[in-house]
């Protein structure tokens, strides 16, 4: 994520994710604790779809950060988030924003395997109507381990929807580095 040049970065974390973990924690740690002082101060609380937009005040790439609640953990289903990047998708281009990260949250919390991750969030891309204008980036590092855990090539063969994939091989691309 640091390397990418972006207009927005979008952040899924849960409600009961404290403290952040994954790109969440990394992104607040590196903007001195802006994120988790709006959740201290009730502002932010990681409820379902919740959305809040955070300038990062030039602390890392992009001019926005767009923070989505994906709701408890314990009650995650995969629909929530695809339909967290569905909106997330449709708030920031409702606002001039086609250039974007999406950072996938770690296996740890979604249950899920990378593959059926990223395959989610192409199905929230793709629920959105216009994607021959979006300029798409995944990042599917995980941190803790400085593992890149899958590529564009690897998410297009292994998708459930590799019939909408090829529209999406010039506009999606992945973080790895």
Known sequence: MDKAETEAIVLLFFKD??????QSGLTDWRMNGAVSRHIIENRLSGDRNELMLIDPAGRIRGKKILMVGMGDSQSFKEIYLSSAVKIA???????GINKFIISIPPERFTKLEPRFASSTVLK???GFNDIENLDVTLTGKDI??????FTLEKICAESALPYRTEVMRENLTTAEE
Do not use: A, D, H, W
Request: cysteine-free.
């Open 89 to 95: 998708t449709t708030q920031l281009v409702s606002m």
């Open 124 to 126: 929230g891309i793709f």
């Open 144 to 149: 803790s381990t400085n593992r890149v855990l």
């Open 17 to 22: 994710e404290r403290p952040l973990k994954g």
